[in-house]
């Protein structure tokens, strides 16, 4: 149980295209979602908090209107990548939570991963 | 401010050998702590979480982990080490919110 998917697993656009990723979870029902950002061999920094039926909240320094996020379900967020440029290439990972009622101690459960490349 | 420090980049284990991997964290309140383990390319996997109890708390692939309030430390542990269990480990706190705050992550290497 507690699987969450992502498509796509990889793509490549050209600069200045928008790139859509979307974040499912596919056994259970995810009320909040996140979406982080990997560099190779270095941690993961949270973009956003991603809230079903609400705005999403960003953390300090990502750009709201160069990452928008929409969480139109709750099995389903998307994270739209606008006006992308090679500095945005890199590794975007979703994750979901469980619900058990104690948002401290919920499991979050991570998606695959989408490696944006920007040419 | 919270934070998770996992001391070492890098750790090497032979076959069949015990593996630790150091984690502290810096937390007001409660902690809740979790282990991920990251395989290349890969998202994140989860192996367990300390939330409240018992101070040795056992997960996925054989892993467990120990949670020591005194020394802020929730080290992550294996009796007998697997090639296959080779990977990018990241431990992490959750403090408010439900927002997980990852430290740097330790790559394991485990030779046969």
């Known amino acids: 149980g507690a699987v969450v998917s992502q498509h796509p697993s990889w793509v490549i656009c050209k600069s200045g295209t928008s790139v859509k990723i979307e974040c499912r979870s596919l056994?259970?029902?995810?009320?909040?979602m996140f979406w982080y950002r990997q560099f190779p061999k270095q941690s993961l920094m949270l973009m956003a908090t991603?809230?079903?039926?609400?705005?999403?909240?960003?953390e300090q320094g990502v750009e709201k209107d160069k990452f928008l996020i929409n969480h139109a379900s709750l099995t389903l967020s998307t994270l739209t990548v606008t006006s992308a440029h090679p500095e945005d290439s890199s590794f975007y990972i979703c994750?979901?939570?469980?619900?058990?009622?104690?948002?401290?101690?919920?499991?979050?459960?991570f998606g695959p991963g989408t490696r944006l490349t920007v040419l | 401010a919270q934070s998770v420090a996992q001391p070492e980049d890098q750790v090497n284990v032979a076959e069949g050998n015990p593996l630790t991997v150091k984690c502290t964290y810096s937390v007001s309140g409660n902690p809740y702590l979790f282990w991920y383990v990251q395989y290349p390319n890969r998202g994140l996997q989860f192996l367990l979480k300390y939330i409240t109890g018992d101070n040795l708390v056992k997960g996925s692939y054989g892993f467990e982990a120990e949670f020591n309030k005194s020394q802020t430390s929730f080290h992550l542990k294996k009796p007998s080490a697997l090639v296959s269990d080779s990977a990018l480990y990241f431990c992490a706190v959750s403090p408010f919110g439900g927002k997980l705050i990852f430290g740097q992550g330790t790559e394991l290497s485990v030779k046969p």
């Open positions: 056994d259970f029902q995810a009320t909040t």
């Open positions: 991603s809230n079903e039926g609400s705005k999403a909240t960003y």
């Open positions: 994750s979901a939570r469980v619900n058990s009622g104690s948002s401290g101690t919920d499991t979050q459960y």
